[in-house]
C-alpha cells in the first residue's frame, strides 16, 4: 500500500488536473472490466493505453545495499566460507548492491522492480518480480502495513561466482527480497 500511495502521489505531480480527474475514471472503469472479465472488450484496450501512458511519467527509486559481512546461515564455520573469496569475497567487496528506478504495476500494484545487481565488482540487469504482496491494518501497529517478497533467480557465474560448479553446484541461485513498510 505504501508502494501504491507512493505511485498514486507521483501520478499527482506529473499528470494534469484534468489527467488525474480522468485516472479516478479510468481505474474505475478497468475494475469493473476486470471484475466482469471483459478482457476482450476494446474499451479494456483503451484504458490500458492510457495508463501506460501515464506510467511513462512515473518514477521511483529502490536503493538496497547488504552488507557481506552480515551473511549467517546458522553455521559459523559455513559463513566463514561464504565470506571467503571462493564466494562473496568480503575483504575487497563489501557491499551487495541492487538499484532501481523502474517500477512495473498491474494496475495500481507493483508486478516488478527491474534495475541493477552490482556483485563481486560486477553490475548486470534483474529484474524482480513480486509475489503475496498484501496490506493490512495491523493490530498490533494500529497502523497500515505493506509487505510481500520480491524474487528472481540468477546465474551467479555472471557475477564471477563460479565456486562448487565443476563440481556439479548448481550456479542457479534464488533471491529473495522481503520487504514490510508501516504507513508513517
Known amino acids: 500500500m505504501l508502494l ?3 505511485h498514486k502521489e507521483l501520478e499527482g505531480h506529473v499528470c494534469t488536473g484534468a489527467e488525474r480527474k480522468f485516472k479516478v475514471l479510468v481505474d474505475q472503469q478497468w475494475a469493473e472490466i476486470a471484475y466482469c472479465g471483459l478482457w476482450g472488450d476494446p474499451l479494456f484496450d483503451d ?3 492510457f495508463s501506460k501512458q501515464v506510467q511513462k511519467r512515473v ?5 538496497i545495499t547488504i552488507d557481506t559481512t552480515s551473511v549467517n546461515s546458522g ?7 561464504l565470506q571467503s573469496a ?6 575487497k567487496h563489501p557491499t551487495i548492491k541492487f538499484v532501481s528506478d523502474k517500477f512495473s504495476f498491474n494496475g495500481d500494484k507493483v508486478s516488478e522492480v527491474t534495475g541493477q545487481l552490482t556483485l563481486l565488482g560486477k553490475t548486470a ?3 524482480l518480480k513480486a509475489t503475496q504482496f498484501n496490506c493490512y491494518d495491523s493490530p498490533m501497529l494500529k497502523r497500515e ?3 510481500g517478497d520480491f524474487e528472481t533467480t540468477i546465474d551467479r557465474t555472471q557475477w564471477g561466482m563460479n565456486y562448487g560448479v565443476d563440481w556439479g553446484f548448481s550456479k542457479n541461485v534464488r533471491l529473495v527480497v522481503q520487504i514490510e513498510a508501516v504507513k508513517q
Do not use: M, N, S
Not at 518514477?59 to 536503493?63: F, I, L, M
Not at 553455521?75 to 566460507?81: A, G, I, S, Y
Not at 571462493?86 to 575483504?91: I, M, R, T, V
Open 4 to 6: 501504491i500511495r507512493a
Open 125 to 127: 540487469p534483474v529484474t
Open 145 to 147: 502495513v505493506c509487505g
Open 59 to 63: 518514477t521511483g527509486k529502490v536503493d
Open 47 to 49: 484504458l490500458v493505453a
Open 86 to 91: 571462493d564466494l562473496f569475497d568480503a575483504a
Open 75 to 81: 553455521t559459523p564455520q559455513f559463513d566463514k566460507h
